[in-house]
């Protein structure tokens, strides 16, 4: 007859001290991973920030100097043009190259998500498994 030998084999207390070890260090993994996710994603963030900001400031210093100078030479070169029509054009030509440095800073937010979705969604796949437990 086959007989089991209990002294070879581990208890099962054991065993389920085992698992939760490996569970809680499965979470502080998890946890860690979430850091680093969200440190590269705040990187990404300020680094798409930096051309929004300039083209904002470079439209808002060109659009006061620029507008005030072109429209009077628009209105030098074309004499039946009034000096509305003149900011009218200037103002047009400096949202358009405004609007284009926008773009390319929501572009850069756009190619990237903010939120460190595989972090949380291996975290919520530990916890689920964890509380079937």
């Known amino acids: 007859m086959n ?3 209990t002294d070879s ?3 099962m207390t054991t065993l389920v001290t085992g698992i939760i070890q490996d569970a809680q260090d499965l979470m502080q993994q998890q946890l860690r991973l979430f ?5 590269n994603d705040l990187r990404q963030t300020k680094e798409a920030s930096v051309p929004l900001a300039i083209g904002a400031l470079i439209t808002l210093v060109g659009a006061v100097s620029l507008a005030l100078a072109a429209a009077h030479l ?6 039946t043009l009034d000096l509305g029509g003149g900011f009218a054009i200037v103002g047009l030509v400096l949202s358009v ?3 284009s440095f926008v773009l390319w ?3 850069k937010f756009d190619s990237f998500n903010a939120l460190p979705d595989k972090s949380l969604a291996g975290l919520k796949e530990n916890l689920q ?5």
Do not use: N, S
Request: charged share 20%; hydrophobic share 45%; aromatic share 10%.
């Open 97 to 99: 190259v405004g609007l």
């Open 74 to 79: 628009l209105v030098w070169i074309w004499p």
């Open 9 to 11: 084999q581990p208890a």
């Open 129 to 133: 498994w964890k509380t079937k437990m």
């Open 105 to 107: 800073g929501k572009c």
């Open 3 to 5: 007989q089991l030998q």
């Open 35 to 39: 850091q680093v996710e969200v440190k």
